[in-house]
């Protein structure tokens, strides 16, 4: 059973568009909400992160909103760019523990000029 | 600072063989993460060590996966016999400690085929 749910798939947006994500979990007990940016032949990095006690948070042109009582979450690229093409995956943990990631399943972002 | 290595980058075996992936973390990181994605799926955890501990094998799909980390440094996955089913690409990661604080590094990953 899938814990992390993630849409779309793949997404095509033009350039200077918004890219959306969007992201739902079942397990009440996670506690960190990181997303994931991977370019190819790349690992997944670290991109921004955040935890249910605020609603968004924004880093540059990325902004995770936040919807506890829903159970979901979103990543927002604003004035996406062809740099930006990669996959992202959303994921969630607990803290206090370790780094045992339940991740979604990954969009494709492609940006078009 | 050198990033999580990974050998090999890509790996094709043929069902029944034995492949054995390794990863180097970064010096210092005492804590090491094994995951697996497999064709399109999400990322899964596998395993996980602190410095030559196993801390958490609950990811592991089975007994024909073996993780060592002697000495506390680089790690290897073995898997024997493969199956085609072991088939994706698997990532390793390290982090300094082990909490949500701590940034999680992953290697660029082993692509695994099993024919």
């Known amino acids: 059973q899938q814990q992390v749910k993630q849409s779309p798939q793949s997404l095509i947006v033009q350039k200077g568009g918004i890219s959306i994500i969007n992201c739902a979990y079942e397990?009440?007990?996670?506690?960190?909400f990181p997303w994931y940016q991977q370019f190819p032949g790349k690992g997944p990095a670290l991109l921004i992160a955040i935890r249910p006690d605020v609603s968004e948070k924004k880093e540059g042109r990325f902004t995770i909103s936040f919807n506890k009582s829903a159970k979901q979450f979103s990543l927002h690229i604003m004035d996406s760019q062809p740099g930006d093409s990669a996959t992202y995956f959303c994921?969630?943990?607990?803290?206090?523990?370790?780094?045992?990631?339940?991740f979604g399943t990954g969009t494709k972002l492609q940006v078009i000029p | 600072e050198a990033g999580v290595t990974q050998f090999p980058s890509h790996s094709v075996i043929e069902k029944g063989q034995t492949v054995t992936l390794r990863c180097d973390p970064i010096s210092g990181h005492d804590n090491l993460y094994w995951y697996r994605r497999v064709m399109g799926k999400e990322i899964k955890f596998l395993l996980h060590?602190?410095?030559?501990?196993?801390?958490?094998e609950s990811g592991m799909p089975n007994n024909r996966f073996l993780a060592e980390r002697t000495g506390g440094t680089y790690s290897t996955l073995k898997v024997q016999p493969a199956e085609l089913e072991d088939s994706g690409v698997y990532f390793c990661?390290?982090?300094?400690?082990?909490?949500?604080?701590?940034?999680?590094?992953f290697g660029s990953g082993t692509q695994l085929s099993v024919l």
């Open positions: 990661a390290s982090s300094r400690q082990g909490g949500t604080n701590e940034k999680l590094f």
């Open positions: 060590f602190v410095k030559e501990s196993k801390q958490d």
């Open positions: 994921a969630a943990s607990i803290e206090g523990g370790y780094q045992k990631v339940t």
């Open positions: 397990n009440t007990a996670f506690d960190y």
